[in-house]
Every structure is written in C-alpha cells, then in structure tokens.
C-alpha cells in the first residue's frame, strides 16, 4: 500500500488566518471611507460599498478555509500519533481559523447595520 507521506505543520501555518482577517479588516474600512470621504465612481452608492466588502469577505473567508483544512488534516491525525507536534498545531489552526471567520465576519457584518456614512 503507498502512502503518501504526511506533510508536517509549521507555525507559520497560524499566522495565515491571523493575516487574512487583518487585511480583511483594513480592506473593508479602507473601501468604506472612501466611500465616505470621496465619492468615486466605483463607490457611487453604498450598495456598492457592500459588493466590494462582500468580495472582500469572501477572499478572506477562502483562505481562512483553506488554512482550516491544513489543520484538520494534522488535526486527524491524532489517531495515528496521539501526542504529536502535527496533532496539537492542527488543533490549534483551527481554533485560530475559528476565531479569525468570527472575527472576519463580524466586520462584513457592520456593513448591514449601517446603511450610509451618516448614521
């Protein structure tokens, strides 16, 4: 039977979601104050202020879920090697995807309480 080898996690595997959510965050704010500073014609009304960071959402939802992935596969290896390096940093991206998803769309979710910059 050939298998393939497991590829082993590294710490820099956390930083990926920790980043995305990050640029998510600047993304969006940035999109919504020049919406609000400077009407520009790709921003002409708020609807498109909220493409723009639905777009933006789900580019950082994609890799946030991709980095999920890489943690579970570590993750399920716990069965095979209980006390390894791989199970534990598994576990631990995907509590950091958990929490950087929560994080990214608690900020797309400001754009459906506020419905212009004047509120």
């Known amino acids: 039977m050939n298998r ?3 590829k082993s996690l590294s710490l820099w595997l956390l930083c990926i979601p920790i980043a995305a959510w990050m640029l998510h965050f600047l ?13 520009t014609e ?16 789900a580019a950082a ?3 946030i879920v991709a980095s999920a992935q890489r943690g579970f596969a ?8 209980p006390c390894s390096e791989n199970t534990f940093l598994g576990s631990l991206l995907l ?3 958990a929490l950087s998803a929560l994080g990214t769309l608690a ?5 459906l309480v506020f419905g212009d910059c004047r509120q």
């Open 74 to 81: 570590g993750y399920r290896r716990r069965f095979e090697q």
């Open 4 to 6: 393939r080898p497991h």
């Open 42 to 57: 790709l921003l002409d009304s708020f609807a498109a202020v909220r493409w723009w960071i639905l777009a933006i959402t």
């Open 61 to 63: 939802l994609l890799f």
């Open 27 to 39: 993304a969006a704010y940035a999109v919504a104050a020049l919406h609000c500073a400077a009407r």
């Open 107 to 111: 900020v797309a979710a400001v754009t």
């Open 95 to 97: 509590m950091i995807c």
